[in-house]
């Protein structure tokens, strides 16, 4: 490690790993990166690539879903949309797509439960375009009252396809079935009602609250270097005042919703999800639960995909995951199944997450799960976007980067006893809950199936 004096910034000292690793007759050049922290609190940090053509700038803001008032739920993704409409300099939606697509590039968006991105791709020739643009759009976007109202249809209808699509509506609904009625378990978009109601006010308001720079990261990966980013950026962001953040509801697990939660649809198929709620990101075991789904659900060798798929014929698709968030998270078992199979399809996916609990993995099964983890985790970060995503994420949420090196650690040393620990700390009947949607259904026979 080593602290960087650049432009007489208060900088950060940044994981660094130079040089070339020799391993196992392999070179690896391993990743590497920079930090530095602007005056006004702003951070930035880069992730040199020099073998690219691209270069990737991710804009974070440490504000999602969570941390509005009820009756803005959806707000940070409605603004998310407006950041888009034109500034000053960029009066349209056009103008400002054009500038980074006319260079090839590719420019969007997405609002989570605690932070939103911003994020663009172009050829690394064109970076000082890419982070102007970025700054541009989310400091001086003009959040016209005329386009405010032109763009809440097109969120409305962004509501509406979600609600359509069965697999997904059957998602949000495990996640309020889970969490409760406190904000985690709030739909990230807010409601068609909701969002009917928002005005220019609230988003500059929102703004006030929330866009200050000790809550906002630049994280820039790809074929440039820190000092370059720096002298782009900090003229752009300089001037962005400071802010106290507002603090944020905490979890309160004591909330929850029910157990079961239906929608019936004339569709042909059952989507499902059995969820249980888990720890937050920082949890010590949450490197045992990476390897406890990976043997239950994770891919073609899982336990799941075996038993639901190929020995008994119950589904197409089938497959476990989990969803972190500071202080909580949620355990999900999804499946695709014909109606008359979805009672047995519960059971036997229940039945694949007791063993867990009951029986440790074998050793063979978990040196399996632990190569399939670690293959999956390096392949993930082949590019410069993954990697800027990945580093930006990390800053926002965990104020800190861990290297990959340190994670592929972390995996090697969880034993067959942890996996079963955490599966016993975890996979509790008493917290079970069901959402399904699909033709038909009765609440009683899925409770039933989860007794």
Known sequence: MRIVRLLDFREAAGWLEYG?????????????????????????VTTPMPATQAVSINLFVGVGSRSEPQRLNGITHFLEHMVF??????????????????????????TNKEFTCYWNIVPFDRLDTAIDVTADMLLHS????????????????????????????????????????????WDVGGSV??????????????????????????????????????????PLFKDVPRGTIPGVTSYDPATTGPKVVTESRDVDQCSMFIGLP??????PDRFALRLMNDV??????????????????LAYSVG???????DAGVFTISAGVNREHLAEAVQCCLEEAWKLADTRVPEEELRKAKDHNIGRFRLSLETAHSLGQRHGELL?????????????????AITAEEVQAVAKRLLRREDLHCSVVGPKLNEDEIANAMA
Not at 215 to 226: K, P, R
């Open 85 to 110: 409409k034109g500034t000053e300099r960029r009066p349209d939606a056009v103008m400002i797509a054009e500038e980074i697509e006319g260079a090839g590039g590719t420019l969007n968006a997405y």
């Open 193 to 234: 009602e909701l969002v009917q109601e928002m005005q220019r006010a609230d988003f500059v308001s929102h703004i006030g609250d929330w866009y200050h720079p000790s809550n906002i990261v630049l994280s820039v990966a790809g074929n440039t270097n820190h000092k370059r980013v720096v002298e782009l950026a900090e």
């Open 296 to 313: 239950l659900g994770a891919g073609m060798s899982s336990r799941l995909f075996r038993e639901v798929r190929e020995r008994r014929g």
């Open 396 to 412: 926002i949420t965990k104020d800190a980067i861990e290297s990959i090196d340190d994670v592929v650690t972390q995996i090697e």
């Open 278 to 283: 888990i720890f937050g990101r920082d949890d």
């Open 20 to 44: 070339l690793n020799e391993r196992e007759g392999h070179t690896l050049l391993a990743v590497t990166w920079e930090q530095t922290t602007l005056p006004n609190g702003l951070r930035i």
């Open 320 to 326: 476990s995951g989990y969803g972190y968030l500071a």
């Open 142 to 185: 003009k959040l016209e009252q005329e386009e405010i109202d032109r763009e809440r249809t097109v969120v409305q209808q962004e509501l509406k396809r979600n609600h359509d699509n069965p697999g997904a509506w059957a998602g949000r609904l495990i996640g309020t079935a889970v969490y409760g009625a406190q904000p985690p378990g």
